[in-house]
């Protein structure tokens, strides 16, 4: 059944349960009704008897004949219809005289005026039952558009196995639908789905919020590539020129051969650099980074970096202030390559000499957290919201000579948000900067075992 169908079986519940509600109702009215009648009538017949001695604490009661049930239903309806004429409503007045009053002509009256209110009752149901069906179908108008919708979003997603039934005005939407997207095109992002037409506005609006993804990711891809290939030019060229010179004078000179070697072997080492860290972003972008989480301990892991730091640099003052365990569930290696890349940065940044702390702790909410704090340069505001862009360097000239790829942050961002943790940096220019990595902190429970935020 197509959504059209549905809409119209919905309607007909509609109508059903509101003709069965409509019908109680007119029950309860008559029957209400009729017990106000028949108080009403003992009333007037008391007051119009008893004048001022009338009082509420009177004996009432109603003598009513034998009704033979033997017959058929017919026969007992009317039993019991000759019955209630000749029924008596007897009630007592103050002074103990008795008062009884027939109740044939009031019977009549209000037989007769419950036959005119169910004749304007069922004349009343009749027309809703003509008519229901129509109003239940305007009601439910919106949610037939909001179906129509539905079914063509699902049929311009391919989700649709069974079309509906071909309405022209549908297939002329659909038509003008495919005509606007077939001329949108990825290279210009300013251009929008806009159809001016009401019924595909929320359409309209999903694919055009689609188009802003892809454009998104379009220019990402392309400032990537850019990106990349001006990374890779620059050793390519030297190293084209150092073997150009080598081919023209190396073979006899001793110094343009050890220059030219020294040369290569470093533009060699930068692109391998570059290229890993390509391979590995890549390999993240498409979930193929495999970890291996278990409880480990930041303290340990950055005394280890701490340690491989002293060994490699000697020229800067490393010093470690374990202020705990600082327990989390992570990967030991992506951890410790994050951790060095943030020490990396440091010595970079930091004139020689100067101070680098590593710190492993637990922070007021009780994450765990590993931190990187320098005594160098600092980073500025407009170097700050970009410093986890990809290939974004605040002195390129610099970062080029130390080997920095500009990919280090972005790595680093990649393995802690992949850890379920964030950064959090504070720098000032002249002072220095302080890179803190907020992890989930494993924690102990009642039994003794320890919880970790991610598994």
């Given at each position: ?262 040369a290569i072997k470093s533009e060699a080492g930068y692109m391998s ?183």
């Amino acid at each position: 059944m197509n959504e059209t169908g549905r809409v119209t079986s919905t309607a007909r519940k509609i109508r059903r349960s509101w003709l069965w509600r409509l019908f109680w109702i007119f029950f309860r009215l008559n029957l209400v009704l009729l017990i106000l009648a028949a108080l009403g009538f003992c009333f007037y017949q008391e007051r119009l008897a008893l004048g001022g001695a009338w009082t509420p604490e009177l004996q009432r009661e109603l003598e009513i004949g034998y009704v033979d049930t033997t017959g058929g239903l017919r026969e007992t309806a009317e039993a019991a219809l000759d019955s209630l004429r000749d029924a008596s409503y007897v009630f007592y007045g103050p002074d103990g005289m008795r008062y009884a009053v027939v109740c044939g002509a009031y019977v009549d009256a209000v037989g007769a005026a419950a036959l005119v209110l169910l004749a304007v009752e069922l004349l009343f149901f009749l027309g809703q039952m003509i008519s229901g069906r129509r109003t239940a179908r305007r009601l439910l108008r919106p949610l037939d558009r909001m179906a129509r919708a539905a079914e063509l979003l699902g049929r311009s997603a391919g989700r649709v196995e069974t079309p509906p039934p071909p309405q022209e005005t549908d297939d002329e939407k659909l038509h003008d639908l495919e005509d606007a997207i077939g001329r949108i095109s990825p290279e210009h992002p300013e251009e929008k789905l806009d159809m001016g037409d009401a019924d595909l506005q929320g359409l309209e609006d999903a694919i055009n919020g689609l188009l802003s993804r892809m454009h998104e990711a379009y220019r990402q891809q392309a400032q990537f590539v850019s990106d990349a290939s001006h990374e890779l030019r620059t050793p390519i060229a030297v190293i084209q020129g150092y073997a150009g010179m080598l081919d023209r004078w190396g073979k006899q000179d001793e110094k343009v051969l050890d220059e030219s070697i020294a040369a290569i072997k470093s533009e060699a080492g930068y692109m391998s650099k570059l290229v890993e860290q390509l391979l590995f972003l890549a390999r993240g972008d498409t979930g193929r980074n495999r970890m291996e989480f278990k409880e480990i301990s930041l303290g340990e892991l950055m005394e280890e970096v701490c340690e491989d730091c002293r060994v490699i640099d000697k020229g800067h003052d490393y010093r470690l202030e374990r202020r705990s365990e600082a327990r989390c569930s992570g990967d030991w290696d992506m951890l410790k390559q994050c951790a060095r890349i943030l020490t990396d940065n440091a010595l970079k940044y930091t004139p020689e000499g100067g101070r680098i702390a590593l710190r492993a702790y637990e922070n007021a909410g009780g994450e765990a957290c590993l931190e990187v704090q320098d005594s160098g340069i600092g980073i500025s505001s407009e170097d700050m919201r970009h410093m986890f862009d990809r290939f974004y360097r605040s002195d390129p000239a610099r970062a080029r000579q130390s080997g920095g790829t500009g990919l280090g942050l972005a790595i680093a961002r990649w393995i802690v948000e992949r850890h379920g943790g964030h950064f959090e940096v504070l720098s000032r220019e002249g002072l220095g900067t302080r890179m803190t990595v907020c992890l989930p902190s494993c924690t102990p429970g009642a039994d003794g075992a320890r919880s970790c935020g991610i598994q």
